[in-house]
């Protein structure tokens, strides 16, 4: 039997965005060059020197380390910037579909990401 599986559909994390989304909650970033495929609803970091997001390491120094965003789109950054919509504020976000840097490897990591999430208004739920 084919096993096929669906890939995340764009924005299916959000809950809800205030005053029914679109325009306040969310930004369009820039995710950098070397990200990689980043799947809807990754945790981000903004790094420092550039002001662009990359996935957001459990560890870190140069700013992305700190979780501050969710793209609401798939996007394929592995040569090139890719500008995106995503959410940066006043949202409420499913927690169990959320996506994560490969070293937030456990419970307990992506429990201070979304304690960092919701320093921005983004409550994971």
Do not use: C, H, W
Not at 17 to 36: K, P
Not at 95 to 119: E, F, P
């Amino acid at each position: 039997m084919t096993v096929l599986t669906e890939p995340r559909r764009d924005g299916e994390f959000i809950l809800n965005e205030v005053n029914g989304g679109g325009n306040f909650s969310r930004d369009t970033i820039v995710i950098a060059s070397g990200a990689g495929k980043v799947q809807p609803g990754t945790a981000l970091g903004k790094v420092t020197a550039s002001g662009k997001y990359v996935p957001s390491p459990a560890t870190g120094s140069d700013g992305s380390q700190t979780a501050v965003a969710l793209n609401v789109a798939y996007v394929d950054a592995t040569s090139a910037d890719v500008k995106v919509a995503a959410i940066t504020r006043s949202t409420e976000v499913n927690g169990k579909i959320l996506a994560y840097d490969s070293t937030v490897n456990d419970d307990t990591k992506k429990a201070a990401k979304a304690t960092q999430l919701a320093a921005v208004g983004i409550i994971v739920r």
